[in-house]
Each structure stands twice: as C-alpha cells, then as structure tokens.
C-alpha cells in the first residue's frame, strides 16, 4: 500500500477513536506497518489503537513513545506466550483496577488519584474497602436483566417485572411511608442487638422480625439486596437476597481483555487461541490439592510418601501445599521444627526422581504458620525457613495466602483459611437446612465477589490490599482449602472445591484436570 494512503487510513482509524496521532508518530507506524498484509491491516490497526488505550493518556494527543510501546506490545512473539503457560501470582502482585462510575470502566490504579497501597493503610483506605466492595456490587447488579430499564415501547409486562435499585438517602429523606423498594447495602449492627444498612449515602435501621433470607450465608459486613417498606426511620425488611451474580464471560464481554487476574501477560489469558490450544492439547496435566500438611507428624509423612509411590509413573504438573506445617504452632522451637519437617519432606520428595524432575511444589501457608499475625492477605513463609528446602527441590514456590494461578486460560484461586466456621458462627440469621452448608458459602463468596465477606474484627484485612481478595471477574476455579469436610460445588461456571483437613479428614484431597474442568475425589485409604 502507498505510504500516503496508508499514513491516511491510519490517521483516521485513530480519529475515530478521538485520539490525534503527533507527525512523527504517524510516520514511525506508516513505517512500521509497511510490511503488514493489506487484508490484515485493519485488525493490526485497531490492537495497536487497544493497546495505546491502556496506556495512561494525558491529553488525545498521542507522542511516538507511546505509539512504540504499542507496537511492541503487539508484536509478541509465541516464545512469550509459551512463557504465560502456568504462572503464580502472589497477592502483593496482583494489579490494582479502581471501577470509575462516570466512564462506566475501570481504570489501572496509575489513572487515577488513589496512593500507592501501603500495608499502614490510612483511614481513606478503610472507607475506600468497603465503598469499593459496594460499587463493584452496584455496578454488577445494574447490569443483571432484572434492574436493567425496559426498552421504550416494551410490553407493560416487560416493565412490571422490571426492579428499580434505590439509595437509602431517598428513603430518609422521605417523611410519608415508602412501599415495596429494594435497596443494595451492607448489613452492620451499629448498636447491640439492632441491625442497620448502610451505602455511600446513609444509614437506616431495619426490622428485620418479618424477613425471609434466601439461600446464603448473611453474615455482618455482606452486602444485601434489601426488599421491604420505610415508615418512621425504620427499614421493615420483607426479604433478603444476595446481588446476582455473573458469569466470567459477561464480564470480560462488557470490560474487554482487562488483564484483572495478574500475571506477565498485558492482557487476559482468557482472550489467547494459543494458550487455550495448549491446554486442550494437554490432557495429561493434573493438580493435586492437600490441606493441613502436618509435616511433624510421621503419619502424615507416611501418607505423602505413598501418594508420591503412586503418582511417580504419572507425575502431576503440580502439588499445592496449603499450611498448617505443623500440628503444633507454637513454642520457642517452632521455627527450627518446620525446618527440620521440611527437611524431612525435601528427602521424600528426592526418592522419587520422577516427580522431583517434572513436578512443582507450591506451598500457602495457613492461619497458624510463623508469620505476621492472622492479617489477610499473609506473605509466604519466611526464606530463612524455606531456602534449604528451596536448593533440594528447585521446582518449589513458597507464595502467600491468598494466591493465584493462571495456568494457559484458566484462573485459579488458593485460599487457606477456616472460614466456613467463621461465616457460620456470625449469621445474622443461619439457614433453616444445615445439611447444604457448602452450596450456601459458595453462593455467598461469588455473590459477594470477595474471598471474606465478614466484619474486619473477626477476619482482619490490610485495608490497602482488600483488592487482593476480590473474586471478581469469577475464576475458573477457587479452592477454599478449609478444615470444614471436603466438598465439590459448582456455581455461575466456577467451580469451587474444599480438600478438607489431610490429616483430620481420613486423608482426603482433591485432584483437578484443567483441559476439562473435572474436579477426582481422592483418599488414601489404609493398605
């Protein structure tokens, strides 16, 4: 194609977006594009244009450097995209998106005015948690079929089965009785014994003497749909729900290829054929999940030995550790027996040349392993601890809690915590049918799209990194590794596994096959 032609076509494509591209910058793409085939051009254009919109822009005028940046960016080679094949992502690296409501986006934390997170977090950072937790509810919920308005010229009964989302502001700042409204807001007791609702707007105390709770666990600090009638500065609740929730797809289909997940890719693993090619291809891969790995205790070691034997013929890509290490965390020898279990663990694994060659060791630690406290998220075990268990087995990864992997397009999420015990202990009312306890905790997670929808007294939070604890888009697959028994629920086209305690649990664990998303309940029986 003609240089001025081409230099035109791409002048334009960039207006059409409102972006003006500076004389020298026209011309390093003019020149850049050159060799490009003509029937491929248009789409080359257009990631070029994607890629300088991530950029941080300071005005419409586009500079050569940043046009530069882009066209690096897009012209990754497949070694890179063999590179993103199976990554984990500590919580401290996980990037920090801001949803902006005025341009119904969200923007990386460089765009906007909020600090840099710092675990000191300052009383901003505490508001802005639970504000933020809100708005990425609202937004969601906005967006659900059921609050969306009707289309002009709809069918009356279209509109009828249509919701209007209130504020709590309108409903004070009414004197006369108000009916039938539904507002989103967080439960909080402000006062002993009396629940409130609360969002950016206000705070107005419920009734709660009448309210039915569908499914879910309503704990302190969870956000709610909230269905009755105000009279009086009382809020009488008809109806409690939680705010719909929404599959990965929706998300990604209204946001584009927001990389929220974290990980060396600059856009989501989800939009690569690449790496969804590999993972289909790789049939073989296999995740093994065990939780409570006490390895002070010579049972235990035992049954790891014999999971080894077993798995040494077929070596599984990887086996995540979630603490606790050790069945007794405390003491002043506590740091010198987790090495020396450590120690005795690196030896095991050293019997089985098979799997010290092709399998990886990831390890989260748990609430009660050395470390700084009950704070979520929690750093990974200290080096001084794991650096000899580190040189014998090269292939191992000491990460935080929570973590994140990405393996090809999929996004998993490991979090060690006792929760279940804890969302259960601080209902605001518990569910009439115990025996469905999991399907209850799972709904509540994903609905609420945080990892510990509770009150920061009972699970505390570096109020700068609550971000790291988010659960949304919905990944693929979140393990809630929890003492509570093992469970396997799927939910909005997650699915969500609990290995249950190794040692408690007549050890159990899980096994999961990415290329099809089928989650094996294991157990080693006694021989």
Not at 219 to 234: H, K, N, P, R
Not at 481 to 505: E, M, Q
């Amino acid at each position: 194609m003609a240089a001025e032609k081409l230099r035109s076509k791409v002048g334009s494509a960039f207006k059409m977006h409102g972006l003006l591209l500076r004389a020298e910058a026209n011309k390093y793409l003019t020149e850049a594009l050159q060799s490009v085939n003509e029937l491929e051009l248009e789409d080359v254009i257009e990631n070029i244009i994607d890629a300088v919109e991530k950029q941080p822009l300071s005005s419409n005028m586009i500079e050569r450097a940043t046009v530069e940046a882009a066209v690096q960016e897009c012209s990754q080679s497949l070694d890179e995209t063999i590179e993103h094949i199976f990554n984990i992502i500590g919580a401290f690296d996980v990037p920090r998106y801001v949803y902006n409501s005025e341009r119904k986006k969200f923007l990386p934390l460089s765009m906007t005015s909020h600090p840099a997170p710092n675990l000191f977090g300052t009383a901003r950072d505490k508001a802005e948690l639970f504000r933020e937790r809100y708005t990425i509810l609202q937004q969601r919920t906005h967006r659900h079929e059921l609050f969306t308005p009707s289309a002009i010229g709809a069918h009356p009964d279209d509109s009828r089965s249509k919701f209007q989302l209130k504020t709590i502001e309108t409903l004070l700042g009414n004197t006369a009785k108000v009916g039938e409204v539904i507002v989103l807001g967080m439960i909080t007791q402000l006062k002993e014994g009396k629940f409130f609702l609360e969002d950016p707007t206000g705070v107005v105390q419920l009734d709660l003497s009448k309210a039915q709770f569908h499914s879910g666990l309503y704990t302190e600090s969870c956000f709610v749909l909230a269905e009755g009638w105000y009279e009086d500065q009382v809020f009488h609740v008809n109806a409690f729900g939680f705010p719909p929730t929404e599959p990965s797809a929706t998300t990604r289909a209204y946001y584009g290829n927001i990389n929220f997940f974290g990980g060396p890719s600059s856009t989501s693993a989800k939009a690569s054929a690449k790496l969804k090619q590999l993972e289909d291809e790789n049939e073989d891969a296999m995740f093994v999940f065990v939780s409570d790995v006490w390895l002070d205790q010579v049972e235990v070691l035992e049954k790891l030995h014999t999971m080894f034997s077993g798995y040494s013929s077929v070596p599984p890509t990887c086996f995540f550790f979630c603490g606790n290490f050790s069945s007794a965390p405390y003491g002043k020898n506590q740091i010198q027996s987790l090495k020396d279990s450590l120690k005795a663990l690196a030896d095991i694994i050293c019997e089985y040349p098979s799997i010290h060659k092709s399998s990886r060791f990831v390890f989260v630690p748990g609430p009660e392993d050395p470390g700084p406290g009950s704070i979520l998220p929690r750093p990974p075990l200290a080096e001084n601890i794991t650096s000899e268990f580190r040189q014998q087995v090269p292939f191992s990864v000491f990460t935080t809690n929570p973590c994140r992997v990405q393996y090809c397009t999929q996004e998993i999420i490991i979090f060690r915590e006792d929760l279940v015990n804890k969302m259960c202990r601080n209902c605001v009312r518990f569910p009439s049918t115990n025996l469905d306890i999991p399907n209850h905790f799972v709904k509540t997670i994903l609905s609420q799209g945080h990892l510990t929808p509770l009150p920061l007294y009972v699970s505390p939070v570096f109020w700068a990194y609550d971000y790291t604890l988010r659960v949304y888009p919905v990944p693929d697959l979140i393990v809630t590794a929890d003492k509570y028994d093992p469970f396997t629920v799927t939910n909005t086209d997650c699915l969500c596994i609990n290995p249950g305690s190794f040692p408690r649990s007549g050890f159990s664990f899980k096994v999961f096959y990415p290329s099809n998303k089928t989650v094996e309940d294991s157990k080693l029986q006694d021989l």
